[in-house]
């Protein structure tokens, strides 16, 4: 009687579904319905197919737009989309805000726009060798996924009800007066369905997910850090974020953040360094091994006669970071000299005038007894120049603080006063 494909013009076949004559109120209609739903609900050992067929017509016939279009032109009609004019171009929308307080109907998710999952971001600590050398950091994950075993129906039956707290929306508005005649609507998440706009009998609900449709899946992540990446940068695993029933996954997002490395810094593609040498090093000249990222080690030496000065910068060309993407460029590696005097009173005089012999001459001449009668003595002390201006700056501060209180302390015991 019901055959599966209609024919063009068939305009009754809903009708016949319903058991609602071509005249039928909606008011009957809708009886028609709930009593053959109830009757056919896959619950109850109806036919899902049947059921299925029944919402379906429903919903055509509860809009009168669209049983208007069914009436003349027939099922296909509406199928190609002309429909249109109302708020939906979509069957199942339209069916969904007609269905409030009627038992459920099957397929009602196709109909539904697909929202966009929230992406997943996770730091990523790095090393500078990790950086340098590029790897690969395996990450165990747990998410949501579609429960296999309903393909995230929620239910045996693969059908689902309209959640009667919301009629199927999701979603639940409260009016609130604020006075004047102005209405404040606000708009939250159903709490009887979280959302899903379904509820699911008990009995029919999948074992597997319990209703929810999702399931947790434990996954291991395989982040491939490649060579030269930069501290903030993203490795993107597009979609691999938690499923929800009619949700595009999100992303999940690994932000690499780079450990400190206590010898090597690094700015774009290139590599800082300090060393610090002793004065005779500095002088005469030295030599010493640099361990790299990569386990090499380099040989750095002086030039024969060459006199390093204290803050004084050397590169040396390609052993700075690889370029990302193209890795076999590399950036500079700049070594910054640091020079270790020697304390005082290691050297003698008897050495000091052996030294003057090599090193350049004094440049204040010696002062004659009557040039030193025209001057006052000093004592030079020892100072640590960073942490007197520390002080020197909290005893400032001290002092405003204090001149602040003192403007303000009148008026602190008459609020006390006052509340007595
Ligand atoms: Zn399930
Ligand atoms: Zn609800």
Do not use: W
Request: hydrophobic share 25%.
């Amino acid at each position: 009687m019901f055959g599966r494909v209609p024919k063009k013009s068939d305009t009754t076949k809903y009708y016949e579904t319903l058991g609602a004559s071509k005249s039928a109120s909606q008011d009957e209609l809708k009886k028609a319905y709930k009593k053959a739903a109830i009757k056919n609900h896959p619950d109850k050992g109806g036919d899902p197919e049947k059921f299925k067929e029944l919402a379906q017509a429903y919903e055509v016939l509860s809009n009168p737009e669209k049983r208007e279009i069914y009436d003349q032109y027939g099922e296909d009609a509406l199928k190609e989309g002309m429909g249109g004019g109302g708020p939906s171009h979509n069957p199942f929308n339209m069916y969904e805000s007609f269905f409030g307080g009627v038992f459920g109907g099957a397929g009602s998710s196709r109909g539904r726009r697909q929202k966009h999952g929230k992406d997943v971001v996770h730091t990523l600590k790095v090393s500078l060798e990790d950086l340098y050398n590029g790897t690969t950091k395996k990450l165990s994950l747990s998410r949501n996924i579609i429960c296999q075993k309903c393909k995230g129906k929620g239910s045996k039956s693969g059908i689902s009800g309209r959640c009667y707290g919301c009629q199927g929306s999701g979603m639940k508005f409260t009016t609130r007066r604020i006075g004047l005649g102005m209405i404040q609507q606000m708009q939250h998440v159903c709490p009887v369905c979280r959302g899903s706009g379904e509820v699911i009998n008990e009995k029919d609900k999948c074992p597997q997910c319990r209703g929810n449709k999702i399931t947790q899946e434990k996954k291991v992540l395989e982040v491939q850090v490649e060579k030269g990446m930069q501290h903030g940068q993203k490795i993107v695993f597009e979609g691999q974020a938690d499923q929800a029933p009619d949700t595009i996954s999100g992303n999940v997002v690994f932000v690499l953040q780079l450990k400190e490395h206590p010898k090597f810094k690094r700015k774009f593609d290139d590599l800082y360094v300090e060393h610090t040498l002793n004065l005779t090093e500095a002088l005469c000249g030295f030599q010493f091994v640099l361990n790299h990222l990569d386990g090499r080690q380099l040989l750095i030496k002086s030039n024969s006669g060459e006199i390093f000065k204290p803050g004084q910068s050397k590169a040396i060309n390609n052993e700075g970071m690889p370029h990302h993407q193209s890795p076999f460029i590399r950036g500079r590696l700049y070594i910054h000299f640091n020079v270790d005097f020697p304390n005082s009173g290691i050297i003698s005089s008897e050495q000091c005038r052996t030294l003057e012999t090599i090193l350049p001459p004094r440049s204040s001449k010696r002062l004659t007894g009557m040039e030193l009668d025209n001057c006052e003595e000093t004592t030079l002390h020892d100072v640590n120049i960073e942490d007197e201006m520390r002080r020197k700056q909290q005893q400032q501060q001290q002092r405003y603080r204090e001149a602040y209180d003192e403007d303000d302390e009148p008026s602190i015991p008459s609020v006390q006063c006052a509340q007595q």
